[in-house]
């Protein structure tokens, strides 16, 4: 079973950056989907947004909220996804989670994700 850590998260002005990683236990190119998400703090619960997304070709996609600022990346020889967030805004507060499933049996992403990190906290102050 797949286990995921994430780390970089921390304190930053509005208008900084910050770079996310999330280590994996394992990790095989081409097999395997993964994404970043954070929590939506307006809706109770455990409610989290999906922001940015690789699949196992490489191809990458982005919520529009983040869309010109993150940037989702992968180094597969050292089982590392990053999240490069830029020009950050004070909405951006959230705690971020990494997760990630297999790719399914037609090539694309799973609709949910059951491997997760446990997150890292993201605070941008104004």
């Known amino acids: 079973q797949m286990r995921l850590m994430e780390s970089g998260g921390g304190s930053v002005q509005a208008g900084g950056s910050l770079r996310l990683s999330c280590a994996a236990s394992?990790?095989?190119?081409?097999?395997?989907?993964m994404g970043w998400f954070r929590q939506i703090p307006e809706i109770p619960g455990d409610e989290r947004e999906r922001?940015?997304?690789?699949?196992?070709?490489?191809?990458?996609i982005y919520a529009d909220s983040v869309k010109g600022r993150f940037t989702i990346s992968q180094d597969g020889a050292k089982k590392i996804l990053y999240l490069q967030m830029n020009s950050l805004k004070p909405e951006d507060t959230s705690t971020y989670y990494c997760?990630?499933?297999?790719?399914?049996?037609?090539?694309?992403?799973?609709?949910?994700?059951?491997?997760w990190g446990r997150g890292t906290q993201v605070t941008v102050s104004s």
């Open positions: 997760a990630a499933d297999h790719v399914s049996p037609y090539g694309s992403c799973p609709p949910r994700y059951n491997y």
């Open positions: 922001i940015a997304n690789i699949d196992s070709d490489g191809k990458t």
């Open positions: 394992e990790y095989t190119p081409g097999t395997y989907c």
